[in-house]
């Protein structure tokens, strides 16, 4: 069951990404789904075996005392503390520490991430699909009449960033099947080569139609690195 909502957890985590402008007792799209998965999250934490969980490290007892710190600062500021920011920045550190207790092996690592990468196919063919329809414009260009489009998302930049990430997350993904199950492992999931492959068309589209060229300057670094890192083998 543990293992079910972990799943659910890496699958639905890309399509919060998207902006939808919907809002309930106060709460947007995004805070309703990340109170929801924390949920799954707290759930899958409390059903996982014990005795396979992990002890606390140095880096576990820094970010466990930063969130702490966090914690005291908002409740000693409370009149001039804004808690929706407090949680953003507490909240990564405690899912991390969670997760960290839950992912066991390389294997169980590649199927979340796997889950991961369907997850990102999901909203970054959306995305795709809505800036081909001509929907989220987010500037025409004055002089050239160049479009640049945001998406589903709320702004270019998280567009971007976004749909930069899921090109990133495939090579890993992939760079770690060949290095943690050899060279021909990718070819028995000739599914997910296919979906691999639609993620980054369809990313690469939409980040020439974003025109965001701090993430195209990221991917040519990222890309670079990894060069660099397998010619020195």
């Given at each position: 069951?543990?293992?079910?909502?972990?799943?659910?957890?890496?699958?639905?985590?890309?399509?919060?990404?998207?902006?939808?402008?919907?809002?309930?007792?106060?709460?947007?799209?995004?805070?309703?789904?990340?109170?929801?998965?924390?949920?799954?999250?707290?759930?899958?934490?409390?059903?996982?075996?014990?005795?396979?969980?992990?002890?606390?490290?140095?880096?576990?007892?820094?970010?466990?005392?930063?969130?702490i710190w966090c914690a005291i600062v908002t409740a000693v500021q409370w009149e001039n503390s804004d808690l929706k920011a407090s949680i953003k920045w507490m909240l990564p550190f405690v899912m991390y520490l969670l997760l960290r207790r839950m992912v066991h092996s390389d294997k169980d690592f590649l199927r979340y991430l796997r889950n991961l990468v369907l997850g990102f196919a999901i909203?970054?063919?959306?995305?795709?699909?809505?800036?081909?329809?001509?929907?989220?414009?987010?500037?025409?260009?004055?002089?050239?009449?160049?479009?640049?489009?945001?998406?589903?998302?709320?702004?270019?930049?998280?567009?971007?960033?976004?749909?930069?990430?899921?090109?990133?997350?495939?090579?890993?993904?992939?760079?770690?099947?060949?290095?943690?199950?050899?060279?021909?492992?990718?070819?028995?999931?000739?599914?997910?080569?296919?979906?691999?492959?639609?993620?980054?068309?369809?990313?690469?589209?939409?980040?020439?139609?974003?025109?965001?060229?701090?993430?195209?300057?990221?991917?040519?670094?990222?890309?670079?690195?990894?060069?660099?890192?397998?010619?020195?083998?």
């Open positions: 069951m543990a293992d079910a909502l972990l799943q659910l957890f890496y699958f639905v985590r890309p399509v919060m990404f998207a902006y939808v402008d919907v809002r309930f007792f106060g709460l947007g799209f995004f805070e309703i789904l990340t109170i929801l998965m924390v949920g799954v999250l707290f759930c899958a934490f409390i059903l996982s075996s014990r005795d396979s969980r992990r002890g606390l490290d140095r880096l576990d007892i820094a970010m466990i005392c930063f969130v909203i970054v063919a959306v995305n795709a699909a809505a800036i081909l329809q001509g929907k989220g414009l987010y500037s025409i260009n004055y002089y050239t009449g160049f479009e640049r489009y945001q998406g589903v998302f709320k702004d270019l930049h998280s567009m971007a960033h976004t749909i930069g990430f899921s090109i990133m997350l495939v090579v890993i993904y992939f760079g770690l099947q060949r290095a943690w199950r050899g060279p021909g492992a990718w070819r028995k999931q000739r599914v997910l080569m296919v979906v691999s492959a639609l993620i980054v068309a369809l990313a690469v589209f939409s980040l020439i139609k974003s025109n965001v060229r701090t993430v195209m300057i990221g991917l040519v670094v990222f890309f670079g690195v990894l060069v660099w890192l397998r010619n020195r083998r």
